[in-house]
């Protein structure tokens, strides 16, 4: 395994690529702005000169006001294509909509979708590129999609002895480590690997985890992380853009751990309002509660409950990490399981996607048989430790 994560050594900037080891130590903190790894152009520009690059981008992938294919475009940079993940390039399509290769119209750079029936670079996609460059902004939880694609574009990476370099951005929910442990027979593509919901890890950290782990062959690879400047785990990072349509601000990408599980039952979480990942309700409770209605809107067309009134609970206000002590919140689901009249509908039957976000069987029996959170968090604990062990190993940055 050869991996570059930390410090962009001499030969690096000279062009060279490759590195023998992990490199010691962790990014320290310094006074001044958090910068993202496209941010330091200086670090990387040098290793994409005179080479045919194919960048993995969405709407998230800036270097300061502009667009790193267009920032890169206008230094010289010659891109043969651009991979998009699920929203595709500009982030406008629906969550699980699928979504179609084209051409960008501001560049004419050939579009290819890695979401829906392609999940990763084929060999004939990478037959004219010499490098891949990744830069997407996640937001640190396990069914958010795009590290599971980070995973597809590895696994090509590897396959197609084509080198990989990195360029890494701060965790909103990087300050925690919480959930349930994937159980690796309910692996889909809204949970790859055995992590917990919340882990605590930069994409750039991920992908060392994936390598180190042996979760993707990694014979003979060559991976560069550009880390981020002045960003540790306790860094509570605000995105300058939304990541995707239903997660439009900070207040969303805090609840979206504990929301997002209703995405596998009769609830509306409020897509399709002004407020996703924010609210949570349904018609059959009780009417004297908070009211919504979803409509078809742009990243929601056809959402949940659609022009139906649901009646639940506003908790855009609310601040999230003092209300759940920097942790995942199962409250709200639990709340809502015993408002909900039948039992028997309020998990979704089609696809079994309760059990594939919580990554096992046990979560939603334990909701069942009317478990508190606390012993349902007690029956987390074994796996969390095992894992919040072997995360420390992958760390760039200051823990928490």
Same mark, same amino acid.
């Given at each position: 395994?050869?991996? *570059?994560?930390?410090?962009?050594?001499?030969?690096?900037?000279?062009?060279?690529?490759?590195?023998?080891?992990? $490199?010691?130590?962790?990014?320290?903190?310094?006074?001044?702005?958090?910068?993202?790894?496209?941010?330091?152009?200086?670090?990387?520009?040098?290793? #994409?000169?005179?080479?045919?690059?194919?960048?993995?981008?969405?709407?998230?992938?800036? /270097?300061?006001?502009?667009?790193?294919?267009?920032?890169?475009?206008?230094?010289?940079?010659?891109?043969?294509? *651009?991979?998009?993940?699920?929203?595709?390039?500009?982030?406008?399509?629906?969550?699980? =909509?699928?979504?179609?290769?084209?051409?960008?119209?501001?560049?004419?750079?050939?579009?290819?979708?890695?979401?829906?029936?392609?999940?990763?670079?084929?060999?004939?996609? $990478?037959?004219?590129?010499?490098?891949?460059?990744?830069?997407?902004?996640?937001?640190?939880?396990?069914?958010?999609?795009?590290?599971?694609?980070?995973?597809?574009?590895?696994?090509?990476?590897?396959?197609?002895?084509?080198?990989?370099? $990195? $360029? @890494?951005?701060?965790?909103?929910?990087?300050?925690?480590?919480?959930?349930?442990?994937?159980?690796?027979?309910?692996?889909?593509?809204?949970?790859?690997?055995?992590?917990?919901? /919340?882990?605590?890890?930069?994409?750039?950290?991920?992908?060392?985890?994936?390598?180190? =782990?042996?979760?993707?062959?990694? @014979?003979?690879?060559?991976?560069?992380?550009?880390?981020?400047?002045?960003?540790?785990?306790?860094?509570?990072?605000?995105?300058?853009?939304?990541?995707?349509?239903?997660?439009?601000?900070?207040?969303?990408?805090? %609840?979206?751990?504990?929301?997002?599980? !209703?995405?596998?039952?009769?609830?509306?979480?409020?897509?399709?309002? @002004?407020?996703?990942?924010?609210?949570?309700?349904?018609?059959?409770?009780?009417?004297?509660?908070?009211? !919504?209605?979803?409509?078809?809107?742009?990243?929601?067309?056809? &959402?949940?409950?659609?022009?139906?009134?649901?009646?639940?609970?506003? %908790?855009?206000?609310?601040?999230? &990490?003092?209300?759940?002590?920097?942790? %995942?919140? #199962?409250?709200?689901?639990?709340?809502?399981?015993?408002?909900?009249?039948?039992?028997?509908?309020?998990?979704?039957?089609?696809?079994? !996607?309760?059990?594939?976000?919580?990554?096992?069987?046990?979560?939603?029996?334990?909701?069942?048989?009317?478990?508190?959170?606390?012993? *349902?968090?007690?029956?987390?604990?074994?796996?969390?430790?095992?894992?919040?062990?072997?995360?420390?190993?992958?760390? %760039?940055?200051?823990?928490?």
């Amino acid at each position: 395994m050869r991996i *570059i994560s930390i410090i962009i050594c001499l030969a690096i900037l000279a062009g060279t690529i490759r590195g023998n080891q992990p $490199l010691p130590g962790r990014s320290p903190a310094e006074p001044g702005p958090i910068l993202t790894g496209a941010d330091q152009m200086s670090l990387y520009l040098p290793l #994409l000169r005179g080479k045919s690059i194919a960048v993995f981008a969405n709407q998230t992938s800036m /270097v300061g006001k502009s667009h790193l294919v267009d920032t890169l475009l206008k230094s010289g940079i010659h891109i043969k294509k *651009i991979f998009a993940p699920e929203h595709g390039f500009r982030g406008e399509a629906d969550a699980g =909509e699928h979504v179609n290769s084209l051409t960008d119209a501001r560049t004419g750079i050939p579009i290819i979708s890695l979401y829906g029936s392609k999940l990763r670079p084929s060999a004939a996609d $990478l037959e004219d590129v010499d490098l891949l460059l990744f830069d997407i902004q996640d937001v640190g939880v396990r069914f958010y999609t795009f590290i599971s694609s980070l995973e597809g574009f590895i696994t090509s990476a590897i396959e197609f002895h084509r080198p990989l370099i $990195l $360029l @890494d951005r701060p965790n909103p929910n990087g300050f925690y480590v919480d959930g349930p442990i994937l159980d690796p027979k309910f692996k889909s593509f809204v949970g790859m690997q055995p992590i917990p919901v /919340v882990y605590g890890m930069t994409v750039g950290e991920y992908a060392n985890m994936l390598i180190g =782990e042996q979760w993707v062959r990694n @014979d003979h690879f060559h991976l560069t992380v550009i880390p981020c400047k002045n960003y540790t785990h306790k860094s509570r990072y605000t995105l300058p853009i939304k990541p995707s349509p239903n997660l439009p601000d900070i207040q969303s990408i805090y %609840l979206y751990p504990s929301l997002c599980f !209703f995405e596998g039952t009769e609830i509306s979480l409020g897509r399709g309002t @002004d407020k996703p990942f924010q609210q949570f309700g349904h018609p059959s409770f009780p009417k004297d509660l908070y009211s !919504f209605t979803p409509r078809s809107v742009e990243g929601a067309k056809n &959402p949940p409950l659609l022009d139906k009134t649901c009646y639940g609970y506003d %908790l855009s206000k609310i601040n999230v &990490p003092k209300a759940t002590g920097d942790r %995942l919140s #199962l409250k709200w689901l639990i709340l809502a399981y015993r408002l909900y009249p039948n039992k028997d509908s309020f998990f979704l039957k089609a696809g079994n !996607f309760f059990n594939k976000l919580a990554g096992s069987a046990s979560l939603q029996q334990q909701l069942k048989e009317g478990k508190t959170e606390e012993a *349902i968090r007690k029956s987390w604990e074994p796996a969390l430790g095992q894992f919040k062990k072997m995360r420390k190993k992958y760390l %760039l940055y200051g823990d928490f």
